[in-house]
C-alpha cells in the first residue's frame, strides 16, 4: 500500500475497520498490549457511542493519543463533544483530552514511533502512515506535524 496524504482523509476499508472494532472490543477487557486502549465517544450526528482502539504514547510523564488517520472521524466527534471521551481497558475511565498545536507534536509523534501498536511495528506505521523512515529526525516529524492531531490525556 502506497504512502498517502492523511490530510486528505478517507474512512477505513470494511476489513480495516472490522479489525479496528475487533481490537477495540478486545482493549475493552484487557487483551491487547498494555499501550492499546478502546476511546469510545458520541457520534456528532447520531449521539451513539463510537469506540476505536488506539495506541497510548508517553513523553515526559504524560500520556497522548495519536490520529494515524489524521482528521479521522473520531477526531471530530472528539472536538464536536468538547474533548470529552472514556478510555477503556478493563474499566471505563471518563476523560478531557487537550488538543497539542502543531509546533508541539514532533516529539510526541517520535515517542509515539518508538511503541509498538497492536499488530504493526514502529518501522510499518513510520514508512505507511507516515511518510518517514521510524529514525526521522524531529524536524522531518515537525514539517508532517500539522497532518495528525495529537492530544494530551487528562
Not at 502506497?2 to 482523509?9: K, S
Not at 480495516?16 to 472490543?25: D, E, F
Amino acid at each position: 500500500m502506497p504512502y498517502r496524504d492523511p490530510a486528505e482523509y478517507r474512512p477505513p476499508g470494511r476489513h480495516t475497520a472490522r479489525i479496528n472494532r475487533l481490537v477495540a472490543l478486545l482493549a475493552t477487557f484487557g487483551l491487547t498490549p498494555k499501550n492499546t486502549i478502546a476511546l469510545e465517544v458520541p457520534g456528532r450526528r447520531s449521539g451513539r457511542t463510537r469506540r476505536t482502539s488506539l495506541v497510548v504514547a508517553k513523553y515526559e510523564s504524560q500520556r497522548y493519543l495519536v490520529s494515524l488517520a489524521g482528521e479521522a472521524q473520531w477526531v471530530r466527534n472528539l472536538r464536536a463533544n468538547g474533548y470529552h471521551a472514556t478510555l477503556r481497558r478493563l474499566t471505563a475511565k471518563p476523560v478531557h483530552l487537550i488538543e497539542i498545536p502543531v509546533d508541539g507534536r514532533a516529539p510526541i509523534l517520535k515517542a509515539y514511533l518508538s511503541k509498538r501498536a497492536y499488530s504493526k511495528s514502529p518501522d510499518y506505521e513510520a514508512r505507511e502512515f507516515f511518510g518517514v523512515s521510524r529514525d526521522a529526525p524531529l524536524e522531518d516529524l515537525a514539517g508532517i506535524a500539522a497532518r495528525y492531531p495529537v492530544f494530551r490525556i487528562e
